[in-house]
T-cell receptor, first 116, second 111 residues
């Protein structure tokens, strides 16, 4: 059984549309992260979320991106106006495993975003 | 210097062979290191954590050389199922444990 679920598994959208990607961890942790991976490239950090606030964000995470924890359990990543270059796999991650150290991150299965 | 650099490979080895590859990192203050495995279009999955000089888990051995700032991963008795991309991962220069990834080393084990 996965430790975290992400929905949808695949999202196809038109350029300029808004998308919301969701992540649900099974355990409640303060730290939470979003990463993305463009096809054929390395995994890149987007944003870290600690205690319901953004802790750190990368250059990629511009004003078009936002993160929320709307109901205390789900985490969302919103892209306000998608661009072609936003096409990628988006992974949520966190120290979800009770056996893990804080710095050991486990990744959700990802959402594949395709922007047309 | 990039935060994390890996030999991209690909390493194409026969079943039963031993394969090893390295990763160099720039943050000399790092205390923890990780090897993740990633299959095509899947999420990275934690393979090993390294907190001291090294770690061994079955056929997999990770060694850390702090003086030279590199980590190696060795796979003994390779199986077909070991075919994957192996990601070297190091917590970045910050206090919130965000991870910096290498580009990955591709290993293909052939029958």
């Amino acid at each position: 059984e996965p430790e975290v679920t992400q929905t949808p598994s695949h999202q196809v959208t038109q350029m300029g549309q808004e998308v919301i990607l969701r992540c649900v961890p099974i355990s409640n942790h303060l730290y939470f992260y979003w990463y993305r991976q463009i096809l054929g490239q390395k995994v890149e950090f987007l944003v870290s979320f600690y205690n319901n606030e953004i802790s750190e964000k990368s250059e990629i995470f511009d004003d078009q991106f936002s993160v929320e924890r709307p109901d205390g359990s789900n985490f969302t990543l919103k892209i306000r106006s998608t661009k072609l270059e936003d096409s990628a796999m988006y992974f949520c991650a966190g120290p979800f495993s009770r056996r893990g150290h804080t710095d050991t991150q486990y990744f959700g299965p990802g959402t594949r975003l395709t922007v047309l | 210097r990039k935060e994390v650099e890996q030999d991209p490979g690909p390493f194409n080895v026969p079943e039963g062979a031993t394969v090893a590859f390295n990763c160099t990192y720039s943050n000399s203050a790092s205390q923890s290191f990780f090897w993740y495995r990633q299959d095509c279009r899947k999420e990275p999955k934690l393979l090993m954590s390294v907190y001291s000089s090294g770690n061994e888990d079955g056929r997999f051995t990770a060694q850390l050389n702090r003086a030279s700032q590199y980590i190696s991963l060795l796979i003994r008795d390779s199986k077909l199922s070991d075919s994957a991309t192996y990601l070297c991962v190091v917590p970045s220069r910050s206090n919130d444990y965000k991870l910096s990834f290498g580009a990955g080393t591709t290993v293909t084990v052939r029958a």
